[in-house]
């Protein structure tokens, strides 16, 4: 992918996201705050955005690029 396509790509998830979670806050307990709140918008992008893991190879590739590049 371009620089822009990548950019292009995690604008439109985000915007599906906060679009998305933004329509749940009517339906979220009173009680819950912050730490609740977090835990559940990792869960809402989970069951709705991440569609499989990555495996062998191309997640070590992924993993070892976390390590070694400190910008990211």
């Known amino acids: 992918m371009t620089k822009q396509d ?3 790509f995690i604008k439109d998830v985000l915007k599906g996201f906060n679009e998305g979670i933004l329509e749940k806050v009517p339906h979220l307990p009173e009680t819950w705050d912050g730490f609740e ?3 559940y918008m990792l869960s809402f992008f989970k069951q709705h955005w991440v569609w499989t893991s990555m495996k062998g190879k191309r997640l070590r590739s992924f993993r070892n690029e976390l390590i070694v590049n400190s910008k990211l």
């Open 37 to 39: 709140i977090r835990e």
């Open 6 to 8: 990548q950019e292009t």
